[in-house]
């Protein structure tokens, strides 16, 4: 069954650290792969998506990815966190014509200033 | 406004009421989805409308869950005789892509947090 998995539940850093949160994915065929962020009362928001292409995707608020296919994996980075980043981060996938997007489990971050 | 709107934006009920949750998606927006998302879990998907038509509900938990679409644009998500496992926020998101067509970006609503006591 397709399926994706965060591994991290609860993170916390200090501002500045560099910041990585993995993402496994379990699909066949084309899969599109997305993150999505939640600030604290907010909707959901798209920070980035990966389609096809240049498996290095870059987002909003210098947030990137990485599409790794050979381990079915696209972690999110960020060099340097700032308090302003603290939310909880959602992995997504989806395959093309299936119009279903499926969430991991999401992890909090937490930046202390 | 701009956005996706739901309303209400908290709900209690009592087990066994019906409850009925809106949606208002962005103009124009050709496809919109349902979620539900329990406390400390990533929203799982309900069902899903291209327009008017609903293709595909396989995410609605019981026959207790219904969704409409009726003219296209705003959706109701009802649920009849709640139980307790139904508290948790429901999320609706609108896309300006088609079913064939490649993914767009999700535009998610604050969502209706439902609470059945």
């Known amino acids: 069954a397709q399926s994706v998995s965060q591994h991290n539940h609860h993170v916390i850093l200090s501002e500045a650290a560099s910041l990585e949160l993995g993402c496994n994915y379990s699909?066949?065929?084309?899969?599109?792969l997305f993150w999505y962020v939640q600030y604290p009362g907010q909707h959901l928001q798209l920070l980035l998506k990966?389609?096809?292409?240049?498996?290095l995707v870059k987002g909003i608020k210098g947030f990137e990815a990485e599409f790794i296919k050979s381990k079915f994996s696209f972690n999110l980075r960020k060099p340097s966190v700032q308090w302003s980043d603290t939310a909880e981060y959602f992995c997504?996938?989806?395959?093309?014509?299936?119009?279903?997007?499926?969430f991991g489990t999401g992890t909090r971050l937490l930046v202390s200033p | 406004g701009a956005g996706v709107s739901q309303s209400p934006r908290y709900k209690v009920a009592k087990r066994g009421q019906d409850v009925a949750l809106r949606c208002d998606p962005i103009?124009?927006?050709?496809?919109l989805f349902w979620y539900q998302q329990a406390l400390g879990q990533g929203p799982e998907f309900l069902t899903y409308?291209?327009?008017?038509?609903?293709?595909?509900k396989s995410g609605l938990p019981s026959d207790r869950f219904f969704a409409e679409r009726p003219e296209g644009s705003v959706s109701t998500l009802k649920i009849q005789r709640t139980q307790q496992e139904d508290s948790a926020v429901y999320l609706c998101a609108s896309s300006l892509a088609g079913r064939w067509d490649q993914p767009g970006e999700l535009f998610f609503g604050e969502g209706s947090r439902l609470t059945v006591l």
């Open positions: 409308f291209q327009n008017e038509a609903q293709l595909d």
């Open positions: 699909y066949g065929g084309t899969v599109n």
């Open positions: 997504a996938a989806m395959n093309t014509g299936f119009q279903k997007l499926v």
């Open positions: 990966y389609f096809s292409g240049d498996p």
């Open positions: 103009s124009g927006h050709v496809s």
